[in-house]
């Protein structure tokens, strides 16, 4: 779906995508629960099933409430089309398979989520897609040394999840743009509210909707957010120029290639009539209404969650019991450099290595990097068990920018795919605990930490 895009991000995260009098009227975005749709003659039958004609035919491949989320995303986002999945792991393997179909490889760091290390280490290397592995994203001279003649794309998370590391994405960009490489961004951690990948070089974004987007931990979902720049038409992504029956016509042998016919529309034209078409990773419409209703309020949930995450950093960082807190959010917004200057200093730290998480928090992320924290508790995993359940206004759930605040410990829940090799350079250990701070009152949460580390610490030391 194209998206139109104007007004500011609040009022597009309200308006965006949606025409009343499209949909008798009503107010809100109503929810078709419908599986297919009336194709009316066969003309009409033709080319919808041709995709020349705009509508909906069957909802495995669009249907009208579903179509609202891909508009209003793709407008939060400043991207050119969006294809909804059913989960984020949906539009993360439909974006890395269809990047990488044909035996390609893909260039990550071992600090991804951790269902896309299990995806790119031990599931995608039975379809002949392999990954190679950086310990550090922003070491750009590491990972050009990987680029090879199949490498297709570069994959990272805007802010890593739990160690809120911020990547380089405007570095990365250069250096693949370069070889012809395209950069693909999870930007589910920090939300399109707090930084928008697109604008700084990445080629197409993906996102687990589920978490911040929707917001009330009522709804799973993903998205594929294509910029609409890269050119997928060279000779590097051969399943982009080679003739395709599903939208070609045989009989009048009309034979035609997604990079042909769509240009650079092309990547997401081609998840939705291939990865999501064939894979049936689909969006309920029922689920995107309620994501729908949840991007409503994101710029003032996300806005009050970094404030309060802010001030519940501030704490941890004064215990004792915790000997390393990560949360990138404390390097926001602390002075008024200009965007110039930080752009050249920038430059200066990409030439000498690595670009500083300080210059890029600075640069990028003005208003903070969300609401996710981590940190390390003295004493290891027995103390992360006590704590995790001393406490009793954070809920012990795997699933993050709730409204609720969630504890969780990642090395056995959320990243218990990731291998023990990639622990230190993705700050999931056994002795880290992850926070998702929600919307209660900061007091009442800074309370819970305090009688919970009481208690941990206090229980232990008895034992
Ligand atoms: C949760 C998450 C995913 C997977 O999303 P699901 O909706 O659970 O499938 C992918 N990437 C990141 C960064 C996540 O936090």
Not at 134 to 162: C, K, Q
Request: with cysteine.
């Amino acid at each position: 779906m194209n998206c139109a895009c104007s007004g500011g991000f609040a009022t597009q995260a309200i308006h965006a995508g949606y025409e009343a009098g499209d949909h008798g009227d009503a107010a809100v975005p109503p929810i078709y629960l419908s599986a297919a749709f009336d194709l009316r003659d066969t003309a009409r039958g033709d080319a919808l099933s041709a995709g020349e004609q705009d509508g909906f035919a069957y909802s495995r491949v669009g249907n009208p409430t579903v179509a609202v989320l891909e508009a209003r995303i793709c407008a939060l986002e400043h991207g050119r089309s969006a294809v909804a999945f059913g989960s984020g792991m949906g539009a993360v393997a439909a974006a890395l398979l269809t990047a990488a179909e044909g035996g390609g490889r893909i260039i990550a760091p071992t600090s991804l989520y951790g269902a896309s290390i299990d995806a790119l280490r031990d599931y995608f290397p039975g379809f002949g897609i392999d990954a190679d592995f950086v310990d550090d994203i922003n070491d750009l001279r590491a990972v050009e040394a990987l680029i090879g003649p199949d490498t297709r794309a570069i994959f990272a998370e805007s802010v890593a999840n739990p160690s809120t590391q911020v990547t380089d994405v405007a570095g990365l960009a250069e250096v693949a743009h370069r070889h012809g490489v395209a950069v693909i961004v999870d930007n589910t951690v920090p939300t399109p509210y707090l930084f928008r990948p697109l604008e700084h070089g990445a080629d197409v974004v993906v996102h687990s909707t589920t978490k911040g987007l929707c917001g009330h931990g009522n709804a799973l979902g993903g998205i594929v957010v294509d910029g609409g720049t890269f050119d997928w038409g060279t000779a590097r992504f051969p399943q982009f120029s080679a003739p395709d029956l599903a939208i070609s016509d045989e009989r009048c042998g009309a034979w035609r290639s997604f990079s042909g016919r769509y240009g650079h529309d092309a990547f997401a034209a081609r998840v939705r009539a291939k990865a999501l078409h064939n894979l049936g990773a689909v969006q309920g419409a029922m689920d995107a209404y309620l994501q729908l209703m949840g991007i409503e309020t994101l710029a003032v949930r996300v806005r009050e969650q970094v404030r309060s995450a802010t001030a519940i950093a501030q704490w941890l960082r004064r215990q004792p019991q915790v000997t390393r807190l990560q949360y990138t959010g404390l390097l926001a917004g602390e002075d008024k450099e200009n965007t110039a200057a930080l752009d050249l200093r920038l430059a200066q730290e990409r030439a000498d290595g690595h670009a500083t998480q300080e210059s890029l928090v600075r640069r990028y992320f003005p208003h903070g990097v969300g609401g996710l924290l981590s940190f390390t508790l003295a004493g290891g995993r027995d103390q992360v068990r006590a704590l995790i359940d001393a406490t009793q206004l954070f809920t012990y759930i795997p699933n993050i920018g709730d409204t609720r605040s969630l504890i969780v410990d990642p090395a056995r829940i959320t990243h218990r795919e990731v291998p023990g090799s990639f622990h230190g350079s993705a700050g999931v250990g056994d002795d880290v605990v992850r926070l998702s701070i929600g919307l209660e009152d900061t007091r009442d949460l800074l309370d819970d930490l305090e009688h919970a580390f009481a208690r941990a610490y206090g229980a232990t030391m008895a034992a």
